[in-house]
């Protein structure tokens, strides 16, 4: 069944990515650009080639990839096009439209977020950038490009974010000069703040369908419009109706057309179970009649059913990514009439929770499935094609190359003229840099956390470096030339996880992750690290601790012997997600020793904490000296306890502060005088004019004093913070490494930096250098950038 006309929707994928209660290193499910901006967000196929677009890239403005069919029946990729006047970050390929010989693909990003089109054209196998357009009115933020639509010498563009999310639909016409012009602007009646018209639009020849899927309370509305050839315009000719649906379906969500009929997806129907809708024409009455809801036979929830609609090989083609616990599937009915269940196409047995079926497109025996949470969120790509019986079956798995920068060794940068390799500095130097995938990441994989060991019989220092999927072991010993020894694997059956953290005692290190399921702790003999022939190695852990399954971050007092899990969730014991204690005495046999919190803080009143730093008091408290305090980063106050006596922890005092966002981590002066906290998510306000530190007198542990909030002339988000003698390290995401001089404590001042980031700005987001490690006695500081990798680096008065 070959399509008229080329059709494209984007859906609202974000309904699927949900973050984990506490783990708020992402604020929320990503947004719709997010979440399909990875590669294959966008695919599409004609002419027996596959078309998937990456617009997620750190190096690059955006690649569309081109796959064909080699001699020898092996998909290849033949062809990568980027725009002529990309810049990094330009989300190039967020949206892609293929009729023919003519493409168009969609950049969010360029002029201020205002976005713009490319047109690229076949001549002869060569597809070549012939053109560049955007809307007459745009505004900074308004994303057009985001959404595209292609039939012929018709064009639709969305520009979803303008005029505070209502949207709007920009129509374009293809002349005989084949120049593209701007016909007009679509803005469906009623359409207000929020309503997201032009999530979707489905174009064939002279009809669109545009779905604006949060109109009437998140019910949904789906507009329709014709060509009239006369008139040279667009003309809106009513909404599509069905007397089924309620608050919150999300109709139009999804929307794709196929002769004389249209579907529609509406994924939220039934509490995330989805329907999709189908409608055909009437020539006679000149308008579109329901002729029955699809909805899927299975007592599975959470389907997304309706997320991605399409038509192909005489089938109506259903999107589910919510299928099999997020594993994703679709589903295919017979086209027109009863709509008859006529199977399934899914990935394999074991894949992971890929949401495959985020994105598709279909076209006579040939199907793209964009597979967009595969690798860690970085996307992939499954081709199906039918054979001889006429079943689809999978061809081949596609995907990008793993991007990152190359690693620098061999011998120190020095920061010069405020430039480091391709890093910005001052006052720090790059002794070198791993980057992801030479400390054993693979596509998607970012680092997270970082501590530090130094062998006491050898002398050697080593990076423990955490990623989404294990734990990296790196020989510092030659800090210029670090070697990847080995990686310990994350606990076998937990999922990836963005955040894992990790803590070092008696020449052990204890591991945990959050959002990762029955993880629990792992616990490794670092003494294992000495003889290592033939690096990299793979690892197991020396022992393990399950009374905790997922959490967010381990705490430990080397003085006392205790490890601290904060953050708990997922089972075992979360106490609330407060200090689960843990005697860690015997570093293979650890033991639970009580909970601590404090139900006056934290989000949800259970006394959750964020990270803490627990110590042998010897502050100027004397009434607590000799007794083990913590000290929390409680989301909503810092809490400080004497945890002393396990079975009777007491809380000694809990405090505010102004404008708070979420109180994430903090660390003491080496006096214990004060306490330096970082607010992750307060910049993100816009209230805030730089990156904030709040400085606390905790001289008297039952009454903290909040001395300073400190404004630095950085505006990127603060993420954790370590201090050594006089010098306070912040690893501030997309600035990097910031070093303070904090001799005199309420009056900071920066004395060096490097920015692990080197393409876009320094602005109030995620993602950048998440910690660092400035303890080691050799004075070299380790970073970690999520990204990028690793980085060891040494502030220039500091000699190795």
């Given at each position: 069944m070959k399509?008229?006309?080329f059709?494209?929707c984007?859906?609202?994928?974000l309904?699927?990515?949900?973050a984990?209660?506490h783990?708020?290193?992402?604020l ?12 294959g967000?966008?695919?599409?196929v004609?002419n027996d080639?596959?078309f998937?677009?990456e617009?997620r ?8 990839y ?7 029946g092996?998909?290849t ?5 980027m725009?002529?006047?990309?810049e990094t970050?330009?989300?190039f ?6 009729d ?8 969010t990003?360029p002029?201020s977020?205002r ?11 060569t597809?070549?950038?012939t053109?560049?357009?955007?809307a007459?009115?745009?505004a900074?933020?308004?994303a057009?490009g ?9 064009a639709?563009?969305?520009?979803p974010?303008?005029?505070d999310?209502?949207g ?11 120049m593209w012009t701007?016909?007009?602007?679509l803005v469906?009646t ?7 018209f032009g999530?979707a639009?489905?174009?064939?020849g ?11 309370n998140?019910?949904?509305n ?11 315009a ?5 909404l599509l109706?069905?007397?089924?649906l309620?608050?919150g379906?999300r109709?139009?969500s999804?929307l794709?057309?196929?002769?004389s009929?249209?579907?529609v ?6 509490g ?7 409608f055909?024409?009437?020539e ?5 009649m ?5 909805e ?11 997320s991605t ?5 005489d089938?109506?083609?259903i999107?589910a ?6 594993t ?5 009915y017979?086209?027109?009439g009863e ?6 196409i ?10 495959f079926g985020?994105?598709?497109d279909v076209?006579?025996?040939l ?5 967009p949470?595969?690798?860690y969120?970085?996307?992939t790509?499954?081709i199906?094609?039918t054979n ?5 079956e ?5 995907a990008?190359?793993?991007e990152g ?5 061999g ?6 003229d ?8 001052s006052d ?7 980057p992801?995938n ?6 998607g994989?970012r680092?997270?956390d970082v501590?530090g ?5 050898t002398?050697?220092e080593?990076?423990?470096v955490g990623?989404?999927d294990?734990t990296?072991f790196i020989?510092?010993s030659?800090a210029?030339?670090?070697v990847?020894?080995?990686n310990?694997e994350k ?10 953290d990790?803590?070092v ?10 959002g990762?399921?029955?993880h629990g702790m ?7 690290l000495?003889?290592?022939?033939n690096p ?7 022992a393990?601790?399950?009374n905790?399954?997922s959490?967010h971050n381990?705490?430990i007092?080397e003085?006392?012997g205790?490890a601290?899990a904060?953050?708990?969730?997922s089972g075992?014991e979360?106490c609330?997600g407060?200090l689960?204690?843990?005697n860690?005495?015997?570093p293979t046999?650890?033991?639970f020793?009580?909970?601590?919190a404090?139900p006056?803080t934290?989000r949800?009143?259970?006394?959750y904490s ?6 042998t008091?010897?502050?100027p408290?004397?009434?607590?000296q000799g007794?083990?305090?913590c000290l ?6 810092l ?7 396990k079975e009777?922890p ?6 505010s ?7 994430h981590q903090?660390w003491?002066?080496e ?21 904030r530190?709040?400085i ?5 542990l039952?009454?903290?004093?909040l001395?300073?909030?400190y404004?630095?002339?950085d505006?990127?988000s603060d993420h954790?913070?370590y201090?050594?003698g ?7 995401y997309?600035?990097?490494?910031r070093?303070?001089d904090?001799?005199d404590?309420a009056?900071?001042h920066?004395v ?5 980031v ?7 987001s995620m993602?950048?250098s998440?910690?660092?490690y400035?303890f080691?006695q050799?004075?070299?500081i380790v ?5 990028e990798?690793?980085f ?9």
């Amino acid at each position: 069944m070959k399509r008229p006309g080329f059709i494209f929707c984007m859906t609202a994928l974000l309904l699927l990515l949900v973050a984990p209660a506490h783990a708020q290193t992402f604020l929320s499910a990503p947004s719709l650009e997010q979440a399909l901006a990875g590669f294959g967000g966008a695919v599409a196929v004609s002419n027996d080639a596959v078309f998937v677009g990456e617009a997620r890239m750190s190096t690059k403005p955006g690649v569309i990839y081109i796959f064909e069919q080699d001699s020898n029946g092996t998909w290849t990729e033949t062809a990568q096009l980027m725009a002529s006047d990309g810049e990094t970050d330009d989300r190039f390929g967020s949206a892609l439209a293929v009729d023919g010989n003519t493409m168009l693909v969609g950049a969010t990003r360029p002029d201020s977020s205002r976005g713009a089109v490319y047109v690229f054209e076949n001549n002869n196998g060569t597809w070549t950038q012939t053109a560049r357009f955007t809307a007459d009115d745009l505004a900074a933020g308004d994303a057009f490009g985001a959404v595209l639509a292609l039939s012929g010498d018709h064009a639709l563009v969305t520009a979803p974010s303008q005029n505070d999310r209502a949207g709007a639909v920009y129509a374009f016409h293809r002349g005989e000069d084949g120049m593209w012009t701007q016909q007009a602007k679509l803005v469906g009646t009623n359409v207000d703040t929020n309503d997201r018209f032009g999530t979707a639009i489905a174009l064939q020849g002279d009809m669109a369908l545009i779905g604006a899927p949060r109109q009437a309370n998140n019910k949904g509305n789906v507009y329709t419009y014709w060509y009239d050839e006369a008139a040279g315009a667009w003309m809106e000719k009513g909404l599509l109706e069905s007397d089924s649906l309620s608050v919150g379906s999300r109709f139009g969500s999804a929307l794709t057309i196929h002769d004389s009929w249209a579907l529609v997806g509406a994924p939220m129907v039934g509490g995330f179970t989805g329907a999709a809708y189908a409608f055909q024409y009437d020539e006679a009455a000149s308008t579109w009649m329901e002729k029955g809801v699809i909805e899927p036979e299975t007592e599975e929830r959470q389907l997304r059913f309706g997320s991605t609609v399409n038509f192909g090989d005489d089938k109506a083609w259903i999107g589910a990514p919510g299928a099999n616990g997020f594993t994703g599937m679709i589903y295919l009915y017979e086209a027109g009439g009863e709509w008859a269940a006529s199977g399934t196409i899914a990935q394999e047995e074991g894949a992971s929770r890929g949401f495959f079926g985020g994105t598709m497109d279909v076209n006579d025996d040939l199907a793209v499935i964009g597979i967009p949470g595969s690798d860690y969120g970085a996307g992939t790509a499954a081709i199906f094609a039918t054979n001889d019986s006429g079943e689809w079956e999978e061809q081949s798995t596609i995907a990008g190359p793993v991007e990152g920068f190359d690693a620098v060794t061999g011998g120190q940068v020095d920061c010069t003229d405020g430039v480091a390799s391709a890093f910005d500095c001052s006052d720090v130097d790059l002794v070198s840099f791993l980057p992801v995938n030479d400390i054993g990441g693979g596509r998607g994989v970012r680092t997270n956390d970082v501590w530090g060991w130094t062998d006491p019989d050898t002398g050697k220092e080593w990076a423990i470096v955490g990623r989404v999927d294990g734990t990296a072991f790196i020989d510092i010993s030659d800090a210029a030339n670090p070697v990847y020894v080995g990686n310990l694997e994350k606990t076998e059956g937990a999922p990836g996880s963005v955040w894992r953290d990790m803590k070092v005692y008696k020449n052990h290190v204890f591991i945990v992750a959050d959002g990762a399921g029955e993880h629990g702790m792992q616990v490794f003999d670092l003494t294992q690290l000495r003889d290592v022939e033939n690096p990299p190695v793979e690892f197991e852990e020396t022992a393990h601790y399950s009374n905790i399954h997922s959490a967010h971050n381990i705490v430990i007092n080397e003085d006392t012997g205790y490890a601290y899990a904060v953050g708990s969730s997922s089972g075992g014991e979360t106490c609330g997600g407060g200090l689960h204690m843990i005697n860690i005495q015997d570093p293979t046999n650890p033991e639970f020793a009580g909970c601590f919190a404090d139900p006056a803080t934290g989000r949800a009143s259970t006394g959750y904490s964020h990270d803490a730093q627990c110590v042998t008091y010897s502050g100027p408290d004397v009434e607590h000296q000799g007794k083990e305090i913590c000290l929390g980063a409680n989301e909503t106050a810092l809490s400080i306890a004497d945890v002393t006596d396990k079975e009777n922890p007491i809380a000694l005092s809990n405090a505010s502060y102004p404008n708070v966002g979420y109180a994430h981590q903090g660390w003491l002066t080496e006096d214990q005088r004060y306490f330096y906290l970082d607010d992750e998510l307060d910049e993100l306000s816009g209230d805030l004019e730089g990156t904030r530190t709040l400085i606390w007198d905790v001289s008297d542990l039952d009454d903290p004093q909040l001395v300073r909030e400190y404004i630095s002339e950085d505006k990127s988000s603060d993420h954790n913070l370590y201090i050594k003698g006089n010098l306070m390290y912040q690893s501030n995401y997309q600035s990097g490494l910031r070093i303070l001089d904090i001799s005199d404590p309420a009056n900071p001042h920066t004395v060096g930096y490097f920015d692990t980031v080197p393409y876009g700005e320094n602005k109030p987001s995620m993602g950048g250098s998440w910690s660092n490690y400035p303890f080691f006695q050799s004075g070299v500081i380790v970073v970690t950038s999520g990204n990028e990798g690793v980085f060891i680096l040494k502030k220039k008065e500091v000699d190795i």
